[in-house]
């Protein structure tokens, strides 16, 4: 018995192979779902359209363009409120970009070192880390972000407490490290400082400093050339079996480049000084941002912890004992053993934490910091009352980023992961 798979070539195609060959059959059911998904999505459009027009409203983003008329208090970029509703948005897109990089790095430092903690012989160390993922985790961001919020406003001091009392030479409240001032309205930080400017880039978006535009070049620099003795000390490993002392030598080229552009460039820190009722100097932190990205920290450093704990875990313990029967001493095999190769199992959920991160930092409407959610999708949307268009931009937006950081991430993923041969 044949069957219209096996039917020879010779008797050429037929339409009804469409459908009965199981060689065709898969591609016309995709064809198919194609153009029905398609004519579902034209006819949402239409209907969406037919809808507005019998509101008296129309489709387009020409609000974009027309004067915002708010204030964005976290603005990284130059920003006032006779500029219009797109340069609005743009700020709040980099303040998005830049509390979601902030809190993606530090929860990665806190979650590693978590992780690698609850898996600690200390009885102690281990309950307490246990109980630090157990109870962040557990807890809804939210509250976390608003608890951060009410501990800065209620239980801070006012920048006054830091003045020195002339008769004691005393101040009620003292500076962290002498140089950081958490207060009830902002916290001082201190600020980078040059004795010497290169000048700066103007440019359509904001004005670029040519002295971090150096320093950037130089960092760049410096781990190239790194790498490229990393990369000959591990061809000369393998072909005598002996691998060269490479540590001064990379301690050298990353930093002292840097230092010797810092010092032609007078660096020196700016540290907040308190004149009057408030710190000048430096830089004053808003109390809407710190604990946005406390709580974003705190939160998602909590969940991977658990992933490099479970990656660490998913390593045969064989690979530890081999390395401890070589000699290499416990930090040095959880260095050079077991969290590169864990790194396999750790980079897929990882990237997971850090697009629920991004996400998360649309909760800052929550604490006043404005973002993307608070300037698009808050004033903007209000003030202009295009609610569709505002939400499709910013839906979109976010989809963007996400995919972003996704294909980034899945790029390190596949350089890292197993290769077969």
Known sequence: MTTAHDAPESQGFRLSQLIYDTRYRSLTIQVVVFFIVMAFVGWLVDNTIQNLSALGKDFNFSFLSQRAGYDIGNAIIPYNN?????????????????????????????????????????????????????????????????????????AAPSPNAYKINPTTGEASASMLFDSIAFTNRYTAIPSI????????LDTALAPISLN????????IASIWVNKRVLASAAKIQEATGVRP????????????????????????PDEPVLQGFNFKNGTNVSNSFVPLWLGLTLYTAAFIAEIVRAGILAISKGQTEAAYA???????????????????????????????????????????????????????????????????????????IS?????????YNNRVKLKER
């Not at 808050?378 to 979109?396: D, F, H, P, V």
């Not at 995919?403 to 790029?411: D, P, Y």
């Open 403 to 411: 995919l972003s950081i996704s294909g980034a991430m899945n790029v």
């Open 326 to 400: 070589l000699g290499l001493r416990p930090n040095r095999t959880m260095n050079l053993v077991i969290l590169p190769q864990a790194l396999r199992v750790i980079i897929p959920p990882l990237i997971s934490q850090y697009l629920n991160l991004t996400k998360n930092s649309s909760l800052a409407i929550a604490v006043g910091y404005l973002e993307l959610r608070g300037t698009l999708g808050g004033i903007t949307l209000n003030q202009t009352g295009r609610e569709l268009e505002a939400i499709s931009l910013m839906m979109l937006i976010y989809l963007a």
């Open 82 to 154: 006779d500029m219009t509703h797109g340069r609005a948005l743009l700020v709040g897109l980099i303040n998005t970009l830049w509390i979601s990089f902030l809190g993606c790095v530090a929860a990665t430092i806190l979650g590693i070192f978590v992780g690698v903690l609850r898996l600690s012989k200390n009885w102690l160390v281990g309950r307490l880390m246990t109980v630090y993922v157990e109870v962040f985790r557990n807890i809804p961001l939210l509250l976390w972000i608003l608890v951060a919020i009410a501990l800065l406003t209620e």
């Open 193 to 200: 400082h040059f004795d010497r400017s290169l000048g700066s």
């Open 245 to 268: 002392t490479t540590w001064w030598k990379s301690a050298l080229i990353l930093i002292v480049p840097m230092l010797a552009l810092l010092i032609a460039l007078g660096f020196n």
């Open 212 to 219: 971090f535009l150096a320093i950037v070049l130089v960092l």
